[in-house]
């Protein structure tokens, strides 16, 4: 059973720019949440979702959003980056919410 | 809202002792998981605890959720190098989102 995967695994950007990161999650998985992990402040929250809708967001600006398809792929977008964006961005999917999430091997978003 | 607190933030250990590490939260939650993250990867579930004042074991590895559900431990006896990497709490109270602690990092030294 493939695990959850997410792509680019890298990324650099230029302040200003936007990046939309891709997450598939574990076939049968329909809940998808995503988290900001940076040295200083750890895992953050960012949103999950399940069946197509955002059901829970996190405390981050509005430059951050997301959608999951109908296949429970889902994309994150950053938009107007700033250097504090740099991060490394998981995704991790669950078979239902509250259950043990899975994560992917996550996109290392560097903001020059 | 929700803060989940973790402590300590480092421990730095000779192969053999023990290691515990403590998640604190400031609401009661419905359960709380832990995850380990070895350097360079990405976290990896543990377990969950979901019953006041539950004990688990995983090997060397035992987990207990306090009475009140607030609170959370994982002691491992006896580690190994195999053991090094952050060990997180993440916290589920009314809602369906994660609130994780910051973790502990554990160096073990042969």
């Known amino acids: 059973k493939a695990g959850v995967t997410q792509t680019p695994r890298y990324l650099i950007k230029t302040r200003g720019q936007q990046v939309t990161l891709s997450c598939s999650p574990i076939?049968?998985?329909?809940?998808v949440s995503w988290y900001q992990q940076t040295p200083g402040q750890g895992l953050q929250f960012l949103f999950e979702?399940?069946?197509?809708?955002?059901?829970n967001k996190g405390n981050f600006p509005g430059r951050f959003s997301g959608r999951q398809f109908s296949n429970s792929r889902s994309e994150m977008n950053v938009s107007t980056l700033e250097l504090g964006d740099s991060a490394l961005y998981l995704c991790?999917?669950?078979?239902?919410?509250?259950?043990?999430?899975?994560f992917g091997q996550g996109t290392r978003l560097t903001v020059v | 809202g929700q803060q989940v607190m973790q402590i300590p933030q480092y421990q730095h250990v000779q192969e053999g002792e023990d290691f515990t590490t403590y998640c604190n939260s400031s609401?009661?939650?419905?359960?709380i998981q832990w995850y380990k993250q070895r350097p360079g990867g990405h976290p990896v579930f543990l377990i969950q605890l979901v019953k006041s004042g539950e004990v688990k074991k995983q090997k060397r590895l035992t987990f207990q959720f306090g009475e009140a559900k607030k609170n959370s431990s994982l002691h491992i006896t006896a580690t190994q190098t195999t053991d090094v990497g952050t060990y997180f709490c993440?916290?589920?109270?009314?809602?369906?989102?994660?609130?994780f602690g910051k973790g502990t990092s554990l160096l073990v030294t042969p």
């Open positions: 991790a999917s669950s078979l239902a919410r509250r259950a043990e999430a899975f």
């Open positions: 979702y399940f069946s197509e809708t955002q059901r």
């Open positions: 609401t009661t939650l419905s359960n």
């Open positions: 076939s049968g998985h329909r809940s």
């Open positions: 993440a916290g589920l109270g009314s809602g369906y989102a994660l609130n």
